[in-house]
C-alpha cells in the first residue's frame, strides 16, 4: 500500500510532524512494507512554517526580535524555492511565547512579526505568505505597522503606546516613514476565520478572552479596534473592517489588508497548494489525516476538510484520527472521510491525553491498519 500521512498538530500535545512521525510508527507495525508518504500540514496556525517547509522545501532563517510583550526572542522565517517568504505570527508575536501568568491582552503587540517581515525584506523577499493564527494580540497589526515605519499618534500628537488598548485615543496615521519597499510587494495572509474586525463576532469579543481578557477588556479592545478602523477609513478612503478575515489574529488581518494590500487566503489551500499535495496522492490507497478535535470548526476549512477535497478528486478515501470525535456520521459523509477515530483509549484526564499523545496516534494507527490488512 502506498499511504499518505497529512495531520495537522494536535494542540498542546503533538506537532503535525510528530503526529506523521507517530502514524508511521504504528503503520510499520501492522504493514512493514508500506510506502508512507508523510505531509504534515496547517491552516495558517503554529506550524504553517515547518509545513511549508518541509513540503515544498526551502530553508529557515533565525532572527531577533521582541516578543509580544517586548521581551527579546529568537524567532524564525523561511524562503521558499520560488523566493516567497513564510512569516508565522505565532513565532514572534504567539500566545505559547507569554506564559499564562504573564500573558497582557491590552499590551500584546505584533512588532515582533514587522521585524520577521523586514528581514525578509532585507534578504530580497517580495512575495509573502503570513500565517495569522496562534496570536497572543488584539492590536489589529498596529505593531506589525510600526515596525515597518508607520506611526499612530494621539490628538495631543504622542505615539500610541503598543498594544491595542489605548488606540481608542488614537487620532492620526502618519505614513511617512513607512518602508518603500513594500509597495512594490505581494503580501497572502494565511488564514482559517472569516470574522470581521468589530462586533459581537469581532476580533476582541470572540478571540481575546482566549489570550487572557477580561469581559471588561474585551469591551476596551472592541472600542479600540473600532477607533483605528474609523481613522484608518479616513486615511486611507476605504473602510475594510467588515472584509471576512478581518478580525483574524486579533485585527492583524485588517491591518495587513488596509496598510499592505494583502490578499486574504484559506491556510490551508495555500499549503496544499504549496505542498504539491494533489500531487503526492497520485497512486496513493489512503490518507490518514488528524487534529486535536473534530467538531464543527473542523466542517468550516480546517485542514481535514481541505484534505478531504483533494483526496476526492483523486478518489482516495481518507480516514482522520482525533483526540476528540463530535462529528456525526452525516457530517463525515459530508466531509469525504470514510471513518474517524478516537486516539483515546478509556477513561484517562486531559493531562494524561496530552503527555502520551504520540503513543496513543501510533496505537490507533496500527489498530486501523490491523484493520484494513
Known amino acids: 500500500m502506498k499511504i499518505v500521512l497529512a495531520p495537522d498538530s494536535f494542540k498542546g500535545s503533538l506537532s503535525a510532524v510528530e503526529v506523521c512521525a507517530a502514524m508511521k510508527r504504528g503503520i510499520q507495525k501492522a504493514l512493514p512494507d508500506a510506502e508512507i508518504l508523510e505531509v504534515p500540514l496547517a491552516d495558517g496556525g503554529e506550524g504553517t512554517l515547518d509545513a511549508l517547509l518541509l513540503g515544498a522545501g526551502g530553508f529557515r532563517r533565525t532572527v531577533r526580535v521582541r516578543g509580544p510583550l517586548d521581551e527579546s526572542i529568537e524567532a524564525d522565517w523561511g524562503f521558499l524555492p520560488d523566493g516567497t517568504a513564510i512569516i508565522e505570527l505565532a513565532q514572534a508575536s504567539g500566545l505559547t511565547l507569554t506564559p499564562l501568568e504573564r500573558r497582557s491582552p491590552l499590551r500584546a503587540s505584533t512588532f515582533g512579526t514587522g521585524q520577521l517581515i523586514r528581514a525578509a525584506l532585507d534578504a530580497g523577499?517580495?512575495?509573502?505568505?503570513?500565517?495569522?493564527?496562534?496570536?497572543?494580540?488584539?492590536?489589529?497589526?498596529?505593531?506589525?505597522?510600526?515596525?515597518?515605519?508607520?506611526?499612530?499618534?494621539?490628538?495631543?500628537?504622542?505615539?500610541?503606546?503598543?498594544?491595542?488598548?489605548?488606540?481608542?485615543?488614537?487620532?492620526?496615521?502618519?505614513?511617512?516613514?513607512?518602508?518603500?519597499?513594500?509597495?512594490?510587494?505581494?503580501?497572502?495572509?494565511?488564514?482559517d476565520v472569516s470574522n470581521?474586525?468589530?462586533?459581537?463576532?469581532?476580533?476582541?469579543?470572540?478571540?481575546?478572552?482566549?489570550?487572557?481578557?477580561?469581559?471588561?477588556?474585551?469591551?476596551?479592545?472592541?472600542?479600540?479596534?473600532?477607533?483605528?478602523?474609523?481613522?484608518?477609513?479616513?486615511?486611507?478612503?476605504?473602510?475594510?473592517?467588515?472584509?471576512?478575515?478581518?478580525?483574524?489574529?486579533?485585527?492583524?488581518?485588517?491591518?495587513?489588508?488596509?496598510?499592505?494590500?494583502?490578499?486574504?487566503?484559506?491556510?490551508?489551500?495555500a499549503v496544499l497548494e504549496a505542498t504539491e499535495f494533489s500531487e503526492k496522492l497520485d497512486g496513493a490507497d489512503l490518507v490518514l489525516t488528524g487534529e486535536g478535535s473534530l467538531d464543527t470548526q473542523t466542517l468550516n476549512g480546517k485542514t481535514i476538510a481541505g484534505v478531504c477535497r483533494v483526496a476526492r478528486e483523486k478518489s482516495v478515501p481518507v480516514v482522520a484520527l482525533g483526540g476528540r470525535i463530535a462529528l456525526s456520521g452525516k457530517q463525515l459523509d459530508g466531509l469525504g472521510l470514510k471513518s474517524a477515530f478516537s486516539i483515546v483509549d478509556g477513561p484517562r484526564d486531559l493531562e494524561w491525553c496530552l503527555e502520551n499523545g504520540a503513543t496513543l496516534v501510533e496505537t490507533t494507527c496500527e489498530r486501523i491498519l490491523r484493520t484494513i490488512r
Open 125 to 191: 523577499a517580495r512575495r509573502f505568505f503570513i500565517g495569522l493564527g496562534g496570536s497572543a494580540t488584539t492590536d489589529g497589526a498596529t505593531g506589525l505597522l510600526s515596525a515597518l515605519g508607520a506611526r499612530f499618534f494621539d490628538e495631543r500628537d504622542c505615539i500610541i503606546p503598543s498594544g491595542g488598548g489605548d488606540l481608542s485615543r488614537l487620532a492620526r496615521v502618519d505614513l511617512q516613514f513607512f518602508d518603500p519597499r513594500l509597495q512594490k510587494c505581494e503580501f497572502i495572509a494565511l488564514c
Open 196 to 269: 470581521p474586525l468589530c462586533g459581537p463576532n469581532g476580533a476582541a469579543h470572540i478571540f481575546s478572552p482566549q489570550k487572557g481578557a477580561t469581559p471588561e477588556q474585551a469591551e476596551q479592545l472592541d472600542a479600540s479596534l473600532a477607533r483605528f478602523a474609523e481613522v484608518t477609513a479616513q486615511h486611507l478612503g476605504r473602510d475594510l473592517q467588515n472584509q471576512p478575515g478581518a478580525g483574524a489574529a486579533g485585527g492583524t488581518g485588517f491591518g495587513l489588508m488596509a496598510y499592505l494590500d494583502a490578499q486574504m487566503k484559506p491556510g490551508i489551500e
